[in-house]
């Protein structure tokens, strides 16, 4: 069994999370783990000249509507190596669409043992402005040189709204054992 599945959500779930890093801030390489194997696959190299502005990852035992596990931007100031575990607290949600459908970004902080460095950010409006806007920017424009691929950003929802989601989304995963 991979991480998706056998590594717990979190600690106190949604407040606090394990977010298992597929891809290191200023990476422009994606990778993936695999959900059968957990092996950490190279997905392709991003088409433009950018990089991940954040840890990247997800949570394990949710399952967005979309099928996969809801994806997590981590804050700090250091890149975490692929495959690592960190914890950490949600604290607002950016709300995206691709050609698959909505594709929301949970952002997280590291809890203040990791990385005190955002100890203080309670709410995506604690975020500097900087910060938010190069999610934002990555996002906009990372696919525009893939063909038939495409982001649109919708916004930022606040703290609520990310724990809300991630509820609902390990809900839905639990719900597959049910069938």
Known sequence: MALVDTLKAGKNPPEELNVVI?????????????????????????????????????????????????????????PVVPSSVIRANPVGVLITADEEGEDAKVVAVPVAKIDPSFSDVKDINNVPQHIQDQIKHFFEHYKELEKGKYVKVKGWENKESAKKKISEAMERYNKKDEK
């Open 22 to 78: 597929e891809i290191p801030k200023g990476s422009n390489i994606k990778y993936e783990i695999d959900d059968e194997t957990g092996a950490l696959f190279v997905d392709r190299k991003l088409f433009t000249a950018m990089f991940y502005p954040c840890n990247y990852g997800f949570v394990p035992q949710t399952k967005e509507k979309d099928g996969d596990p809801v994806d997590v931007l981590v804050l700090g100031n250091d």
